[in-house]
């Protein structure tokens, strides 16, 4: 159990948290600038070489962030020895997956100069794999603020590599050179931070301990995954079906639901670590709590924004990506309101890590992926990208509908609609001044700022949520 100097406050950890997940947009502006400087060629040898990368990469990282996240507040005396064993599996790993990342990029068709970029990018995520677990081990002893500093200070650089990179017309080589730049500096921070708080990482090469961290591990992992196949099969599906112009038109609407993943993720930041002590001390009454808390928030943050991007969806495509895009507005229409779901999908993952039902939580998403690869068959051959955005909110919604059943069988209690009611009625009142902002042709940036001005005021002098409320989830029953 975790020792008194480790607390896991829930509002603390999901403030801090929050701070580490909203930065993502400097990753935003970062490849907007990079895109504009390099023009539609050289950046997409640069996506291309990134994508590769975090394929790459995502075999060293094995989403050991999760792994320590969910053990080491289990038993946080030995916990460092984990963190300890993680590092030495990172190695080997590191090892076996360079090697075929070598092999691989030499037989790739492309030319010499594209494969430099190609290693140089790799590199640079091979220095973000490790980082993975670092901001593992911080989270896992409660050093939330320390992990949204290292995350924060990363994206800052890259932000600034992207200010330089515009204003000085700098080429693919130079930006691709600074990317592994900034990611080593990143590293190096990340590493004395690790060593200062929690301990010198030191490489374990012995084989039981890489195997039993495996075994462990394995599970999240596969879920990373899935959820790459997830994420990707649809824009492949489109391209070899349909064309690439569908792909952009659904790329577009996709990307702001990726953004959107922002605001589950600042919250589950916080909630895992309590769920996992609690479920451990059957402390039935606060996770169950904890739970209904975290999907009225859920509800609470998903519905403003599928009512916002489904009325405002021309003024959003049209301001971020411009008039090209316009046949988006209904691909982002439609997809925009999977959101729902999906949010109560995240907490729902959160809670079954909790419970160490990570393996059934995977059996679970690898059918959806399934179901997703087989309804876009019919869907996209029929209606196109928009074909593609009705199979993601079905399959969503499956996917939703399976792990709340199991939720039951894991001794969490929930109430759905006791926490859905007020989210709702709030935001159908609030959509009628939005809907007449949006005919009387209200800028998208003001109508946005004065929609969620209106939505706090709402939620506050109505009391919808109490301080009450959030003093009650920092109250654990944590031995």
Known sequence: MADSKHKYDFVNNTFFSSIAEFSAVFLYIFSVLVARILGPEDYGIFVFALSFGTIYALFIRFDFLSYLVREIPLDVGNGIEKF?????????????????????????????????????????????????????????????RLDSLIVLNERCMLLGVAVLAFYHSWTLFAIALAFVLVRFIDFTISLSVVWRKIAAPKCNLSIKPFISTLKGAWPFAVMMLLFMI?????????????????????NVAYQVIEGSQLFPSSVTGGLLPLLTINYGINATEYINSLLNFSIEIMFYMAFPLAMFCSVYASGIVNLLYGGAYLPAVPALQVMIWSV???????????????AKAEKTYALIFGSSVMVNIVLNIPMINFWGF????????????????????????????????????????????????????YLNNIHVLFAGICFVLLYLLTIYFFKLITIGDIRKLRTAPVG
Request: aromatic share 18%.
């Open 84 to 144: 300890l064993r993680v590092i030495g599996t990172q190695v080997w790993l590191m090892l076996f997956s360079t090697s075929a990342m070598i092999v691989i990029c030499l037989l790739l068709p492309k030319t010499t100069e594209n494969k430099i970029i190609i290693f140089l990018v790799s590199i640079a995520m091979l220095f973000h794999a490790f980082k993975w677990s670092f901001r593992g081990v911080l989270r896992g002893f409660d050093h939330f």
């Open 340 to 354: 729902i779901v999906f949010f109560l999908s995240v907490i729902a993952r959160c809670a079954f890590y909790a």
């Open 386 to 437: 928009i074909g593609a955005c009705v199979s993601t909110i079905l399959t969503e919604v499956f996917v939703c509908i399976v792990l709340f059943i199991y939720l039951k069988k894991l001794s969490y209690q929930y109430n759905l609609l006791s926490r859905i009611w007020k989210p709702f009625l709030v935001n159908i009142l609030l959509g009628v001044p939005l809907y007449f902002a």
């Open 230 to 250: 997830y994420n990707y099969c649809d824009t492949i599906m489109i391209s070899l079906m349909r064309s690439d112009k569908e792909v952009g038109y659904y």
